[in-house]
């Protein structure tokens, strides 16, 4: 057995547990999500083997492969998982298989939500989001088209005790400081991230004996070990003291880093010119960044709201529990709502048995 077929039966394997983890059971159930690449290539299998009647897939030509490759990988996988039957793959979002559809997910190529994709579904059918609602674009889903047809919109609760993976944010910037050659050990950071999000990562470099200031945008959650908070004034003055600038800030769309930013590149130049910046979430001018010479990584920062590196950083573990918990949402919701219970009593029941987050005094 070669390297490349052992991944493979260790990813099929995960699959196994993770469905008998969350009980997943999409038995006489039509799922409408993505064909893709990464750990998210096996979205549309996790849904085929917890006994899903139908999944419609939907693939695309993107930067990381060509729609035919992704469509000949899925079907090669699930063949030799013996549900090839019931995958199809489709190169657009075709209304015809959405209106059979009881489950409908977020990821990738289903996006954007349009109020036409809306108009093809059933009354019945649910929208499970692979992720908190507080991440939530409208221009991925037009959730006013939602409310009005009565398709009920739910997220999945990545701090549910099954779930936890906001846990996993801290190992990532580890990861992300390791690949750029700091030690961690030792070292002393900034850190910019407000909400969940920075809570966990400062709980994080705490428990792991991490040095490091942290900057936050607002007080709406409430902020833990509040003693490592600086004000703009007290960072702006100890610019030199830091190793790295890591810039997690997933809530608000502040300039953060730029000419003109809420630490100016020209400024840092100045006072550490040295210094490394770690970017996954937030708004920062990379071409300020550059044009004074300063170092940040990964080179190709995403734009606010956008995460730089995906889910599946650490390995495809935590994409794959996302994934399988959000399928096991949108499954207790498609259950309620074909079993005539009203959207409001669903999400109820929903909240109360599987990992679900909900949006406040939507849906009614």
């Known amino acids: 057995m070669n390297s490349h077929d052992v991944l493979e039966n260790r990813s ?34 996790i849904a085929a083997l917890a006994g899903a009647k139908q999944v419609y897939a939907v693939a695309a030509d993107s930067k990381y492969g060509q729609k035919e490759i992704v469509k000949d ?7 030799a998982s013996g549900v090839h039957d019931k995958i199809t793959i489709l ?9 059979h559809s009881d489950i409908v997910t977020n990821l990738g ?14 009354p019945t059918t649910v929208i499970s989001l692979m992720w908190l609602v507080s991440e939530f674009r409208s221009d991925e889903l037009d959730l006013k088209a939602c409310v009005q047809k009565g398709i009920l ?10 779930l936890k993976l906001f846990d996993s944010i801290g190992f990532k910037i580890c990861k992300l400081l390791f690949q750029t050659g700091l030690s961690v050990y030792n070292d002393n950071y900034l850190l910019i991230s407000s909400g969940d999000m920075g809570n966990s990562i400062a709980d994080f470099f705490i428990n792991n004996k991490i040095s490091f200031d942290r900057v936050v945008f607002d007080e709406e959650t409430p902020v833990i070990h509040r003693e490592f908070v600086r004000t703009r004034h007290e960072v702006i003055n100890n610019l030199d003291k830091y190793d790295a600038i890591i810039i997690a800030e997933l809530y608000h769309n502040i300039d953060i880093l730029s000419i003109d930013g809420y630490i100016s590149t020209k400024l840092l130049k100045k006072q550490n010119p040295l210094v490394q910046i770690i970017h996954t979430y937030g708004s920062v001018s990379k071409t300020n960044i550059l044009e004074d ?29 996302l994934i399988t918990a959000g399928l096991k949402v949108g499954e207790v919701m498609a259950r309620c709502r074909l079993n005539g219970m ?23």
């Open 12 to 45: 099929r394997a995960l699959i196994g547990k993770l469905i008998r983890k969350y009980e997943l059971d999409l038995s006489g159930l039509t799922v409408f999500t993505e064909a893709a690449t990464g750990s998210y290539r096996y979205t549309s299998l």
């Open 293 to 321: 010479g300063l170092c940040i990584y990964p080179l190709e920062p995403r734009n606010f709201p956008y995460g730089t590196v995906c889910a599946d950083y650490l390995g495809e573990k935590p994409t794959l529990d």
């Open 73 to 79: 990988q899925t079907l090669r996988e699930a063949e």
């Open 342 to 364: 009203t959207v409001k009593e669903t999400e109820k029941y929903t909240l109360d048995n599987s990992p679900a987050n909900a949006f406040k005094s939507i849906f009614i």
């Open 109 to 122: 190529f289903v996006r954007p939500i349009t109020s036409e994709m809306v108009s093809y579904m059933k």
């Open 153 to 162: 919109v739910m997220g999945t609760n990545e701090h549910h005790p099954m």
């Open 91 to 99: 190169f657009g979002k075709d209304g015809e298989c959405l209106s």
